[in-house]
């Protein structure tokens, strides 16, 4: 069974920024697509960011365009996740998630069935 865990999530002012980590238990890692969502209290989980397995390949909700960077190391079995500019909408608990080498072409919660157990992000004053 494919192991995820996040780490980085804590408390931080708007403007500021955090780097989310997720680190897989498969090596090679390069096999798998990786995707971050995030759930905010209330509201349904929503997708963040999408690499593909060779980190050629990146996709961003556009809510997070030009503020957040997704990337890998696949040496590492690595997918880091840097928030710049955070807002307090982007409070929420941010999970990474392994799917399919495609999985970022179908980018959506049931394609990908491995996941973390979440870390969380608190932007407030």
């Known amino acids: 069974q494919l192991q995820l865990v996040e780490s980085g999530g804590d408390l931080v002012q708007p403007g500021g920024s955090l780097k989310l980590s997720c680190v897989v238990s498969h090596s090679p890692s390069d096999h798998y697509a990786i995707a971050w969502f995030r759930q905010a209290p209330g509201k349904e989980r929503e997708r963040v960011s999408c690499?593909?397995?060779?980190?050629?390949?990146?996709n961003y909700v556009d809510s997070v365009k030009g503020r957040f960077t997704i990337s890998r190391d696949n040496f590492k079995n690595t997918v880091h996740l840097q928030m710049n500019s955070l807002k307090p909408e982007d409070t929420a608990v941010y999970y990474c998630?392994?799917?399919?080498?495609?999985?970022?072409?179908?980018?959506?919660?049931?394609?990908?069935?491995?996941w973390g157990q979440g870390t969380q992000v608190t932007v407030s004053s």
């Open positions: 690499i593909s397995p060779s980190g050629d390949s990146t």
């Open positions: 998630a392994a799917g399919p080498r495609s999985g970022c072409r179908v980018w959506k919660s049931s394609t990908f069935n491995s």
